[in-house]
């Protein structure tokens, strides 16, 4: 958008640079026969109508809300990851705690397997 906002200024501005050309060569009519041109570098945005100014500005504003919207959408998705991330992390650390748990005595000594009971090392 900001692309297209920035080509319909400089289409207002283009025009303005026409409008302000011919009332120029109209004021001037002797001009281009002495190889006088008009400079159109002395129009720029600053010169178009303030109705013309709103409208610009509306259309930045319009484009940066889009563009705010998309990135609180794209951080939202992120984070939504980051937390299915962060609860399965702790699923994962319950269930190593259970297991680990049904492996030891209540006093922290491992139970002994059906493989290696009566075994000492």
Do not use: C
Request: net charge negative.
């Amino acid at each position: 958008m900001l692309f297209e906002n920035k080509q319909r200024e400089a289409a207002m501005v283009k025009a303005l640079q026409d409008i302000r050309e011919r009332e120029w060569e109209t004021e001037n009519p002797e001009a281009k026969k002495s190889g006088q041109t008009f400079d159109r570098s002395t129009v720029t945005a600053a010169d178009l109508s303030p109705e013309q100014q709103a409208s610009i500005a509306e259309f930045y504003r319009v484009a940066e809300d889009i563009r705010n919207k998309a990135n609180r959408d794209s951080l939202e998705k992120m984070l939504a990851d980051v937390m299915t991330y962060e609860q399965r992390r702790n699923e994962i650390t319950e269930e190593y705690a259970r297991k680990r748990a049904s492996m030891t005595n209540e006093d922290g000594t491992p139970k002994e397997s059906g493989l290696h009971a009566g075994q000492r090392r």
